[in-house]
């Protein structure tokens, strides 16, 4: 399932010299703060200007983020107890065993994988709401 996201910034009056270059922008970061935050499989994203607001419209933003893997190289095969200790409690892992041993060029080295499931979409936006009121600059700014 897929929702809309409607993002509506009203203001003091916008010169039309401004009005183009500031839909774009706030456009630009709307995507790109999407995709650093794996919200992924937007279908569109609209933008609409007046002289006293902005508006981007997002269609089809995902329930939820994918879940991802997390790779992380620990401590040489064979290091102390308490170097291992320590990269358990980093990676959050039970035990050594949960962990696989690869050889790299350097030597054999613990690996632990680490699934993060995705977080609600809904508990990600208020973030872009104020990075994005935060972030869009102006030529002249406006208080």
């Not at 999407?34 to 609409?48: E, F, N, P, S, T």
């Not at 329930?63 to 320590?86: F, L, M, T």
Request: neutral net charge; aromatic residues 6%; contains cysteine.
């Amino acid at each position: 399932m897929s929702g809309e996201l409607l993002l509506e910034l009203l203001s003091e009056e916008i010169p039309a010299r401004m009005q183009r270059r500031a839909i774009a922008d706030l456009k630009t970061h709307l995507d790109e703060w999407l995709q650093a935050h794996r919200i992924r499989g937007v279908d569109a994203i609209h933008g609409y200007v007046t002289p006293r607001r902005l508006t981007v419209i997002a269609y089809g933003i995902p329930e939820r983020q994918p879940p991802r893997k997390e790779e992380r190289r620990g401590p040489r095969v064979g290091s102390p107890r308490q170097a291992i200790d320590g990269f358990l409690r980093s990676a959050d892992i039970a035990s050594i065993e949960q962990c696989e041993v690869r050889a790299t060029d350097r030597g054999e080295f613990y690996f632990a994988v680490i699934e993060r499931p995705g977080r609600a979409a809904a508990d990600t936006l208020p973030d872009l709401i104020y990075s994005t009121i935060s972030d869009v600059g102006w030529p002249k700014s406006m208080r």
